[in-house]
């Protein structure tokens, strides 16, 4: 029996509210570095969802009654659990013609604020391999992906897991299934790994009544992570194990803070990966032009890879000659402005052209500024294809060839659907992880709100606008000297040109003695240099070199 006054209430709710009032809206995702197309849709109308925590409603239709329709309470909102959950598989896998025992965790680590309250919940997969009684401690490797606001599944699925998705070189992969399966190129038998979401993205949340907000942003993520990796540490025991952070695109600008972060909070680390790096931000403000000098040994590797310059004999001597013009002659015309004298451009455009395959009379036309969406839409032009961002190998068609950039990423929807489903089925499958949360390949509307601005080690007077971690990473090899940097660069990686990566880790001001901690390596490969088989390779031999030598005593 109903009481009179919810009775009221009730009858009120069914006249004044049409089922559109009940959750019209998702959050539209705009562009962000890591947005891959599988996992945009069109938000649709969601009429029996609540919108949110709130008195019970109750429903009174025909279609409702025939569905079993009900009371919708809080217990039916899909909510993080502030209680951390580990769900444990054991497997084994062939490294080396050796098997491998290890066990993999899916779960999560409850982050807490200074007073101890619950503020968000991390998920993790992590794969530990056995180790007999008072084997030394095994390292320790934390890895994730970018963004800002995406999840790890990118290197989880595609890299150094003990399980990874086979991947075509230069190949849109076919729909479902897909091939993932065992891994011989694992790091598991150098390395024990933790892969992990950012809050808002994966399975991770926010707890209670914190804000996502109060997690994005450059210092704000970094002290998520940190405290992230400190309560995994902790109550794994792996205080004494040598450790690594593995990061990816804006990943390696989280690495940069994070480990200073950490380093001043007491935990030290032996190395640090930059897959892809960024680490400063403020090149890319309009009305500076040091971006276009960055990016033009990358537009000289993608025009000769597609035949539109001569191929060079030697790759590596010519992209080392280009890096010499652009540093010159380009980046002192570009400083001139409009200055500059009809003969000088004329002569700086013939050179620009013979490096980038673009026309001479397209370089004066946009003052010599050749932005990355126009060349990637006026390289392969007269054949009416576009080239990828993420790997500017991949080529796409446009429905309008005249545009003045591309409609889409082709190297982007070339993996995105596998990378997803892939990850869906074996979370869900192989280590039974089960949740009524979405998994969010990438947090709705985290880059749009992200906060850009950033306290660097010994900045006097407030934040900086925007971002340049390199600081950061320096003053942690400075007060560590231990600690390693390796910095890995796909050549055809057009999201983040290795030679902007070159500038930003030559700008940390490092002594002599201290200027062979860095080392650089370079793959015949885009932004994820794992998607090609044979850089995959090459990339992992190189790691578990470097590794070698940041465990070196």
């Known amino acids: 029996m109903v009481r009179p006054v919810l009775a009221v209430m009730a009858a009120i709710s069914c006249l004044a509210l049409s089922a559109s009032a009940f959750g019209q809206t998702a959050a539209q995702r705009g562009p962000q570095e890591r947005s891959p197309a599988a996992a945009r849709a069109p938000a649709t109308a969601v009429p029996d969802e609540p919108q949110q925590a709130g008195p019970v409603v109750e429903r009174r239709s025909t279609r409702g009654e025939?569905?079993?329709?009900?009371?919708?309470?809080?217990?039916?909102?899909?909510?993080?659990?502030?209680?951390?959950?580990?769900?444990?598989?054991?497997?084994?896998?062939?490294?080396?013609?050796?098997?491998?025992?290890?066990?993999?965790?899916?779960g999560t680590l409850t982050l807490r604020d200074e007073d101890g309250k619950p503020i968000a919940s991390m998920f993790y997969v992590a794969y530990v391999a056995d180790r007999a009684p008072g084997a030394p401690p095994r390292p320790i490797t934390f890895l994730y992906n970018g963004g800002?606001?995406?999840?790890?599944?990118?290197?989880?699925?595609?890299?150094?897991?003990?399980?990874?998705?086979?991947?075509?070189?230069?190949?849109?992969?076919a729909p479902a299934p897909y091939p993932l399966g065992p891994n011989?190129?694992?790091?598991?038998?150098?390395?024990?790994?933790?892969?992990?979401?950012?809050?808002?993205?994966?399975?991770?949340?926010?707890?209670?009544?914190?804000?996502?907000?109060?997690?994005?942003?450059?210092?704000?993520?970094?002290?998520a992570f940190a405290r992230g990796i400190t309560r995994y540490v902790s109550i794994n025991h792996r205080w004494d194990s040598p450790k690594f952070l593995f990061g990816e695109s804006y990943g390696t600008t989280r690495s940069a803070g994070l480990v200073y972060a950490l380093q001043s909070q007491g935990m030290q680390f032996n190395g640090v990966f930059l897959l892809s790096s960024i680490l400063n931000y403020g090149v890319r403000d309009a009305?500076?032009?040091?971006?276009?000098?960055?990016?033009?040994?990358?537009?000289?590797?993608?025009?000769?890879?597609?035949?539109?310059?001569?191929?060079?004999?030697?790759?590596?001597?010519?992209?080392?000659?280009?890096?010499?013009?652009?540093?010159?002659?380009?980046?002192?015309?570009?400083?001139?402005?409009?200055?500059?004298?009809d003969a000088e451009l004329d002569a700086v455009a013939r050179q620009m052209s013979a490096y980038?395959?673009?026309?001479?009379?397209?370089?004066?036309?946009v003052n010599l500024r050749l932005d990355l969406q126009r060349f990637r839409k006026e390289l392969l032009r007269s054949e009416r294809k576009t080239i990828g961002r993420y790997d500017s190998r991949y080529t796409g068609f446009d429905?309008?060839?005249?545009?003045?950039?591309?409609?889409?990423?082709?190297?982007?929807?070339?993996?995105s659907g596998a990378f997803i489903g892939a990850a869906h089925a074996y979370l869900e499958g192989e280590l039974g992880y089960t949740t009524n949360l979405?998994?969010?390949?990438?947090?709705?509307?985290?880059?749009?709100?992200?906060?850009?601005?950033?306290?660097?080690?010994?900045?006097?007077?407030?934040?900086a606008q925007v971002a340049d971690t390199a600081q950061d990473l320096g003053a942690a090899i400075r007060e560590n000297p231990h600690l390693h940097v390796y910095s890995l660069n796909g050549l055809y990686d057009m999201a983040t040109p290795f030679y902007g990566t070159e500038y930003d880790l030559a700008h940390m001001w490092l002594d002599p003695s201290l200027r062979g901690n860095v080392q650089f390596a370079y793959y015949p490969s885009g932004h994820m240099v794992y998607l090609n088989p044979d850089a995959f390779k090459s990339l992992r031999a190189d790691v578990e070199r470097m590794m070698d030598q940041a465990l070196a005593r």
């Open 66 to 106: 025939q569905a079993g329709e009900r009371r919708i309470g809080d217990s039916d909102i899909a909510l993080a659990p502030v209680v951390e959950t580990a769900k444990v598989t054991h497997h084994t896998v062939t490294v080396g013609g050796r098997p491998i025992p290890y066990a993999a965790t899916a």
């Open 148 to 173: 800002p606001g995406s999840a790890s599944m990118w290197l989880h699925m595609g890299s150094f897991a003990p399980v990874r998705i086979r991947t075509p070189n230069v190949t849109a992969m």
């Open 184 to 223: 011989p190129d694992s790091l598991i038998d150098k390395t024990d790994m933790v892969f992990l979401d950012a809050i808002g993205a994966g399975y991770s949340r926010p707890l209670g009544d914190t804000k996502g907000s109060q997690f994005w942003g450059v210092d704000e993520d970094i002290d």
């Open 287 to 341: 009305g500076f032009d040091h971006v276009f000098v960055t990016y033009m040994p990358s537009f000289a590797a993608a025009a000769a890879y597609h035949h539109k310059i001569a191929a060079p004999a030697d790759l590596g001597a010519f992209l080392n000659e280009v890096r010499a013009w652009a540093a010159g002659p380009y980046e002192q015309a570009l400083a001139k402005g409009h200055n500059i004298s």
């Open 356 to 365: 980038t395959g673009i026309s001479v009379g397209y370089l004066k036309e």
């Open 399 to 415: 429905a309008d060839a005249g545009g003045e950039g591309p409609e889409f990423d082709p190297s982007d929807v070339a993996v």
């Open 438 to 463: 979405t998994y969010r390949p990438s947090g709705n509307g985290i880059n749009q709100a992200w906060n850009w601005k950033h306290k660097a080690p010994g900045q006097r007077f407030g934040s």
